[in-house]
């Protein structure tokens, strides 16, 4: 297992391809209606805020990835703070769920878009199972080992980009650079709303993370890994922005919200006629099922790396190879679960509350016991927190009202890791090893 992490073998570029990768995939193709459907007329504005959150969380990994570059990652972050317990395990373990979760959005966006020629109804049993067959996919991709992993995400990330930004100046230029959502529309901004959309706005930068778990393998880490968590941050926030004013030059906020499953592709029609129509679905195809490559890789190899930690039990169910074949083979089960049985906006839901809890234990973890020691300073990692929690709490308040049901199985879930890893590690926390006191 060991072996799989090669020093150095990560360039500054490459660092960036990946990030940028893993965030631009289902994020803005599936998310945009989402987060316009909370945050009304102003939903650009939600990826600003999001892009602003965001810094400041990575903040706290940057910090971390400078002093401690390492292939352990988040649950290397975790341990340092809060000692080999259940509290570092569960928060792990969090992390990698959402990470799964996420890998469920790609799948039924994928799903969604490519059925959007044929006019099928987004709720058609078409979408789990051309997600599942994605899924699939990736996973046959991923066996073939991780040279050509590498190559294909980096190429894939230049034509992700390149084609996401090509659509939003285009969609822009078409409309004569007006902005629809905002026509006629009040100028007040719907507060709760506003922040609550800032939480699936997250979900389209958390893809940085990625480059924490590849810290060791980073060229010179000690400055890369920062250097390139903040680029791909950039990078996103701009693409993003043209994306969403992109779509909002296009399209009435009604028909956002109408189509919020595959916003980009009902904008696209108008914009562009039957040939940007067309470029769109292939380019969220390209985006999707590539994104979702580069997560079920991440994500194995992370469940990998939290089982040789020793933080989550492993079964071998008869497998033969290499932990992260069996990692692979459960990442894959689990994705393919989720993608079946919940829809777009529920899947989003639940990797909100996941990373979110996740992020305030990191940050508070690094406040109470590392800030001295890595030279952060406690302001920052203290309005990292409050605006977590600000956010979490108004997006679990709305949900509420929207849709209880995920509110409670997110909590039910999250309850559940804590209770699994107290049981499996008999310990909430220990003495951290490595200064972590």
């Not at 066996?143 to 100046?169: D, E, P, Q, T, V």
């Not at 580069?294 to 492993?314: D, Q, Y």
């Not at 920052?380 to 927190?385: E, M, N, P, T």
């Amino acid at each position: 297992m060991k072996s799989e992490y090669q020093k150095n073998s990560i360039s500054l570029l490459g660092g960036i391809s990946m990030g940028t990768g893993v965030m631009i995939g289902a994020g803005i193709f599936a998310l945009t209606g989402q987060i316009a459907e909370l945050a009304g007329p102003w939903f650009p504005l939600s990826f600003i805020a999001g892009g602003i959150v965001t810094a400041f969380s990575a903040y706290t990994y940057v910090k971390m990835s400078n002093a401690f570059p390492s292939a352990g990652g988040i649950a290397m972050i975790l341990q340092k703070a809060y000692g080999p317990g259940a509290i570092a395990a569960a928060a792990s373990l969090l992390m990698a769920l959402s990470m799964v979760i996420n890998e469920s959005l790609v799948a039924r966006t994928f799903g969604t878009y490519l059925l959007r020629p044929f006019d099928l109804a987004a709720n058609d049993i078409l979408v789990p199972v051309l997600g599942v067959a994605l899924i699939i996919f990736a996973y046959i991709i991923n066996i073939s080992g991780n040279r050509s992993i590498g190559l294909f995400s980096l190429i894939m990330a230049f034509l992700k980009i390149g084609g996401i930004a090509i659509f939003g100046i285009a969609a822009l230029a078409a409309s004569g650079f007006t902005f629809q959502p905002a026509s006629g529309a009040s100028q007040s901004i719907p507060i709760a709303g506003f922040t609550a959309s800032i939480a699936l706005s997250i979900l389209a930068f958390k893809g940085f993370t990625t480059i924490t778990n590849s810290g060791a393998e980073i060229v010179d880490p000690h400055k890369n890994v920062g250097r390139t968590i903040i680029i791909s941050i950039a990078i996103c926030v701009v693409v993003y922005l043209l994306v969403a004013f992109g779509v909002g030059s296009s399209l009435s906020l009604d028909r956002i919200i109408a189509a919020k499953d595959y916003a980009l592709a009902e904008a696209a029609a108008p914009a562009f006629g039957a040939y940007g129509f067309y470029f769109t679905i292939a380019l969220a195809v390209v985006a999707t099922a590539s994104g979702l490559i580069a997560s079920v890789f991440a994500v194995s190899r992370m469940l990998a790396m939290l089982t040789e930690m020793k933080m989550i039990p492993h079964r071998h169910f008869g497998m033969s190879g290499p932990i992260r074949d069996h990692t692979l083979v459960y990442t894959v089960v689990i994705a393919s679960i989720l993608t079946v049985f919940f829809d777009l906006s529920r899947i989003a839901s639940l990797g909100a509350f996941f990373y979110l809890i996740m992020d305030i234990l990191i940050h508070w973890g690094v406040f109470r016991r590392l800030r001295t020691e890595i030279g952060a300073k406690g302001w920052v990692l203290l309005a990292a927190i409050t605006l977590d929690l600000v956010v979490l709490v108004v997006f679990a308040g709305m949900k509420l009202q929207s849709d209880p049901m995920i509110v409670v199985i997110a909590a039910g879930f999250i309850a559940a890791v804590f209770a699994y890893e107290r049981v499996f590690l008999s310990q909430w926390t220990g003495k951290g090893d490595q200064g972590g006191h």
